[in-house]
């Protein structure tokens, strides 16, 4: 479809439909969030969980927007990121296949990363949690509430007119007063209509390896903003965990020779064309295994690896989902702090002072200043 099209589609926020997909997406994400969050006790087993917050997200969305198009179409909607939750020094994408899971354990940091979509607009969202709800005082402490004051300072930096580089740079600054590291290799990226990974991303830690191009935020986009922090080296490093979250890689095509790794393709093809996916939901577990390694041999699929830090390190993960509106940019997925305000006692603050500054200052300043006639009552509802 050309740009000149009468019937050219807007999928930006311009147009208020895509808002409202991309909030009822939301909701959604939060909901599936919160029922997993609630089940990560002592004892509860990954896989469960997994499949938990994935079938959460599939009625949910099944229940919207169930009228087929002009053409007798019915509209895609359902998981674009399958649900992992992974723990301690694990830092992401473990969604295992059944009997190769684990059992969480009380004292465990456990991060549960999600999201859906409506119509390809795509909500996603992370939370930590410490397994159990013991108080813990010491560096599984301060790597929480340095990615949770991180995640606060880049609800207020990606604002229209800002640049990405500003939210790379106050997650050092954050990082450094809580004595933890950024993961090198994470990125936010820019959400667009079925693209998860959109090209204009903010990197979670910068090196003379790894940086990525500065931009201006602009009105009408959507953002993942995704934190994670370490108390290790900030480097994640291969594991012998199967990695169970791939993509299909679009660009490549190639016919493959077994009759396995056929259905597999074509399986994905069919209900995965472009969003990420876990090896779980393809309906043969058997063609799943097969499939996946001739699939990747042929460059197929994007993988998701499972990466760990040392032994004994702890990683934390806060991910949210921002529109950036003419109201001012609004948070639509993501969980409060609740019990972690309590739980999570570390010795450690944000000192350096242009930090201090900005989060001090309301996440939502313009939509504050339009309530104030209705009392305070109305700037702490945009505040949450």
Not at 361 to 382: I, L, R
Request: aromatic share 6%; charged share 30%; net charge negative.
């Amino acid at each position: 479809m050309s740009d000149e099209s009468e019937n050219e589609e807007i999928s930006d926020l311009s147009n208020p439909d895509v808002t409202t997909k991309y909030r009822a997406a939301g909701d959604i994400v939060n909901k599936a969030l919160q029922k997993v969050v609630e089940a990560c006790v002592p004892d509860a087993d990954v896989v469960m969980l997994c499949e938990m917050g994935d079938k959460i997200m599939e009625e949910e969305t099944g229940k919207l927007y169930n009228k087929k198009d002009k053409e007798g179409k019915k509209m895609e909607k359902g998981v674009a990121f399958p649900t992992c939750v992974s723990v301690n020094e694990i830092v992401g994408h473990f969604s295992p296949l059944p009997g190769e899971s684990r059992l969480l354990k009380a004292g465990d940091i456990a991060k549960i990363d999600l999201a859906c979509h409506i119509d390809g607009f795509i909500a996603s969202a992370a939370h930590t949690i410490i397994v159990g709800g013991e108080k813990v005082t010491d560096r599984k402490a301060d790597v929480i509430m340095a990615a949770w004051n991180a995640a606060e300072a880049a609800l207020r930096l990606v604002q229209v007119g800002n640049k990405n580089s500003q939210v790379t740079e106050a997650f050092a600054k954050i990082a450094e007063d809580f004595k933890v590291k950024p993961m090198q290799g994470v990125l936010s990226h820019q959400l667009k209509k079925h693209v998860i990974d959109g090209n204009r991303t903010i990197i979670c830690a910068e090196t003379p390896e790894e940086k990525v191009e500065e931009f201006e935020f602009e009105l009408n986009e959507v953002y993942s903003i995704d934190i994670v922090m370490s108390t290790g080296e900030g480097r994640g490093k291969e594991t012998e965990i199967r990695n169970t979250v791939y993509k299909r890689a679009v660009e490549n095509m190639y016919s493959l020779k077994t009759q396995k790794a056929r259905q597999f393709i074509s399986e994905v093809q069919k209900r995965f064309p472009v969003l990420p996916f876990t090896l779980r939901a393809i309906e043969d577990e058997q063609v799943a295994r097969v499939g996946v390694s001739e699939a990747r041999r042929h460059e197929l699929l994007d993988e998701y690896p499972v990466l760990k830090e040392a032994n004994n390190e702890f990683v934390s993960q806060f991910k949210f989902t921002l529109l950036l509106l003419p109201g001012g940019t609004k948070k639509i997925t993501g969980l409060s702090l609740g019990s972690l305000q309590e739980q999570a006692a570390s010795s450690l603050s944000v000192v350096d002072e242009d930090m201090k500054k900005l989060l001090a200052t309301s996440a939502n300043p313009k939509k504050a200043k339009k309530k104030k006639d209705k009392g305070e009552k109305g700037e702490a509802a945009e505040e949450g």
